[in-house]
Structure formats: structure tokens, C-alpha cells
């Protein structure tokens, strides 16, 4: 695209008002929402008069975040939440207490820490990227039910294509890889979306599973969970290819509340590589969409995190 092109591209800003209809009424879920992509998306949803329920597990952090944002727009409806997605105890002891959701953004994530276990003995990216966020959709189920137009957008990697699931050692127990362990995780959020999909369909049911990812944006996730040398190259790569985060979020927000979003589509950014732009639909991995891989996750995860629905394949 042109440099001129590029001047005639409107703001996020821009776009974000004229692409994302009003949402006052309605109540979202956005987990890790206290910085980064879940910032970001908390303040735009705020902005079309959501109320948006904003998890963190640092409460410090999330609570600068809400008087930032409430300084932003006084009016905004922003209802901050204790949420450690790194011990399933809290996942449910979170959902227990949401009384009423339209749209669950399952955002938090971590990034390619060194070797590390959740509460339940999980590796930590598998256990917070994917576990956490597959057992919170589950226990929100029916109150999503109840909701208007309800979704469930499960935030991805352009990575997920470098990821295989490793059934025989999940947690890294035998062999352990920074990468290759955050792009299992990052499948597996795909994969989970997919087969629900299915089986929201499957079952007659008008929920919608939505995928989306950010491209190559600048957050912390690549300075929290790297070490060393990763980490000194992400954050140069941070300041001279990635998108901001305002551009970055985009494809959530859209998955989130845009009006002609189906389920079962995977939003990403719609430049060279789905590395930075504007939201458009993308293809995930050819593998992800594997109906035996899905329903052989989504049975792992229920015998994992101990949550179960009856919602037949």
C-alpha cells in the first residue's frame, strides 16, 4: 500500500466509532483487561456505553487501570474483578459471582516464561491460555445464554501455525520449549473455538464462538514472560515493527461487537503477513480445524480442569 493510501486509512479511533454500533445495555467480560490488549479493549467497548467487567489478578494494577479509564470517560461502566487464571479455585470462584454477560473476551494470556506450573500442577501457558479460558466459558455458559446477542471471543496468535498439541507431554515435563509451548497454546485456543463452534451448532444453540488475534502489536506479553536475550530482541522488534495497541486490538473488539460477525470466523489484521491493519477475516491452521483434535482436546481439557456441559459433538 502507498504512503498516500496509508494517510487516507482512517484512525482506530475512526473506526472503531463508525464500524461498532452502540452498547449500552450490555455487559462484557474482558479477562487480563488491567494493560495491553485487554486495556484497550475495555476502554473501547466502555466508549459505545458498554459495561465491561475487567479481570486481573494484580489488583493494584487493576485498579490504576480503572481510574485511568474512568478519568478517560466519566460515564464509563467499568466493574474491576479479582481473576488469577493460573489457579482453577479462582476461575471458578470468579464465575460464580457473574450475574449477568452478553460477550466473554478470553484475552489474558503469558508468554513464553521459563518452565513454570499452575496451582493444579499445569504448564503455565497451556494452563492460562487455553485450561483457564476453556473451563470460564464452560462455567459461564448458561448465563451467556441469557444474554443479548451473546459471544464467546477467544483471543489467538498468528504463532497458533507454528503449534502442535503435545498429547503425550502437555505440560513439558519431558521436554520443554519457551516457544513451542506458548504456539501449543495459542492452537489450542483455536482448536477449543472451532469445536465449540461445532458443537453450539451442532446443538441448535445461537451462542457464537468467534476467533481473533492482534498481529505483530507492541504490549507487555513479550517483556512479562521472556528472559535474556528473547527479551531484548522482542522489545527491539516492539519498537520498530509493531503496531500500537490501539491498532492491535482492533480484531478483538470487532469479534467482539462488530454487527455481521458469524461464528466460527477468525479475525486478524488485514496486512502483509496478518502481522498489522485493519480487522479481516483469516484462515487459521489447516490442522485446527480437525473435528477428531478438537473433540479430543475438548476432553482432555474437561478431565483437566474438571468442568463438564453436556454439549454433544
Not at 488491567?34 to 489478578?57: P, Y
Not at 495459542?186 to 476467533?211: C, D, P, Q, W, Y
Not at 476432553?299 to 468442568?307: N, R
Amino acid at each position: 500500500m502507498s504512503k498516500a493510501a496509508d494517510v487516507d486509512r482512517p484512525s482506530a479511533a475512526e473506526w472503531l466509532a463508525s464500524h461498532v454500533p452502540s452498547q449500552v445495555g450490555r455487559t462484557f467480560v474482558v479477562t487480563g483487561a488491567n494493560g495491553g490488549l485487554g486495556l484497550e479493549t475495555a476502554r473501547a467497548l466502555g466508549s459505545r456505553g458498554a459495561t465491561v467487567i475487567m479481570t486481573a489478578r494484580d489488583m493494584t494494577k487493576g485498579e490504576a487501570a480503572v481510574e485511568a479509564l474512568r478519568a478517560e470517560q466519566p460515564d464509563g461502566r467499568f466493574d474491576l474483578r479479582h481473576l488469577d487464571l493460573a489457579d482453577l479455585d479462582s476461575v471458578r470462584e470468579f464465575a460464580a459471582r457473574v450475574e449477568q454477560v452478553d460477550v466473554l473476551v478470553n484475552n489474558a494470556g503469558i508468554m513464553m516464561p521459563p518452565h513454570t506450573h499452575t496451582a493444579q500442577g499445569y504448564e503455565l501457558q497451556f494452563g492460562v491460555n487455553h485450561l483457564a479460558h476453556f473451563a470460564l466459558t464452560i462455567l459461564l455458559f448458561n448465563t451467556l445464554l441469557r444474554g443479548d446477542d451473546p459471544r464467546v471471543v477467544t483471543v489467538s496468535s498468528g504463532l497458533h501455525r507454528r503449534g502442535r498439541i503435545h498429547f503425550g507431554d502437555l505440560h513439558g515435563n519431558q521436554k520443554y520449549s519457551r516457544a513451542g509451548y506458548y504456539s501449543q497454546s495459542k492452537l489450542a485456543n483455536v482448536v477449543f473455538a472451532l469445536e465449540l463452534h461445532r458443537r453450539l451448532r451442532t446443538n441448535g444453540i445461537g451462542l457464537r464462538s468467534v476467533l481473533a488475534h492482534p498481529g505483530y502489536t507492541a504490549t507487555n506479553l513479550q517483556s512479562a514472560g521472556p528472559s535474556g536475550i528473547s527479551r531484548l530482541l522482542m522489545k527491539a522488534g516492539n519498537r520498530v515493527m509493531a503496531q500500537d495497541v490501539s491498532m492491535g486490538a482492533l480484531p478483538q473488539i470487532y469479534a467482539a461487537a462488530g454487527p455481521d460477525v458469524e461464528s466460527g470466523q477468525f479475525w486478524g489484521p488485514d496486512g502483509r503477513n496478518e502481522s498489522r491493519g485493519y480487522p479481516t477475516l483469516v484462515q487459521p491452521l489447516d490442522e485446527a480445524r480437525d473435528r477428531e483434535l478438537g473433540r479430543r482436546l475438548w476432553d482432555v481439557s474437561e478431565e483437566l480442569t474438571g468442568v463438564h456441559i453436556d454439549l454433544a459433538p
